[in-house]
């Protein structure tokens, strides 16, 4: 019986984790403005990218991203969104510049723009939140 079949397997595993998701660097060298985030690091990053999947229920978004410099090479992937309500008018194939906060590794987006959006049968109004369409007036 050998244990040395354990022992090579772990480094290999850490490579495969690592290898995951591009190559998510440490965080750079601290700069001079880091007087206002007083707790963990965030570090913001932005993104230009494609919907290529959207799921409300797990405050989660797939985007086909363009490279993030400084932080990972183009590639879709699904984003943890900060709050569900940035996805409310998000749809697959939107074209959305996002902002990516990564604190502790933890990447989550908490802005997202549609700079474009696919084909919609109309244009809905601005309108206050869970106001029902007004009523036709009556002749
Ligand atoms: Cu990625």
Same mark, same amino acid.
């Given at each position: 019986?050998?244990?040395h079949?354990?022992?090579?397997?772990?480094?290999?595993?850490? !490579? !495969? @984790?690592?290898g995951?998701?591009?190559?998510?660097p440490?965080?750079?060298?601290?700069?001079?403005?880091?007087?206002?985030a +007083?707790? +963990?690091?965030?570090? =913001?990053?932005? %993104? =230009?990218?494609?919907v290529?999947?959207?799921a409300?229920?797990?405050?989660? *978004? *797939? !985007?086909d991203?363009?490279? %993030?410099?400084?932080y990972m090479?183009a590639?879709a992937m699904?984003?943890?969104v900060?709050d569900?309500?940035? !996805?409310?008018?998000?749809?697959?194939?939107?074209? @959305?510049?996002?902002v990516?906060?990564?604190?502790d590794?933890?990447?989550? *987006?908490?802005?997202?723009?549609?700079?474009?959006?696919?084909? =919609?049968?109309?244009?809905?109004?601005?309108?206050?939140?869970?106001?029902?369409?007004?009523?036709?007036?009556s002749?």
């Amino acid at each position: 019986m050998s244990t040395h079949t354990v022992t090579i397997a772990i480094p290999f595993a850490a !490579l !495969l @984790v690592a290898g995951a998701c591009g190559s998510a660097p440490e965080a750079p060298p601290e700069s001079a403005e880091s007087s206002a985030a +007083a707790e +963990a690091q965030t570090q =913001r990053f932005d %993104i =230009r990218a494609e919907v290529v999947g959207v799921a409300p229920e797990r405050r989660e *978004v *797939v !985007l086909d991203h363009e490279e %993030i410099v400084g932080y990972m090479a183009a590639m879709a992937m699904p984003f943890t969104v900060e709050d569900q309500s940035l !996805l409310e008018d998000i749809e697959l194939g939107d074209r @959305v510049t996002a902002v990516l906060a990564v604190t502790d590794g933890e990447a989550v *987006v908490v802005q997202l723009d549609k700079v474009e959006q696919v084909e =919609r049968p109309e244009p809905v109004p601005a309108q206050p939140e869970g106001t029902a369409p007004p009523d036709p007036p009556s002749a």
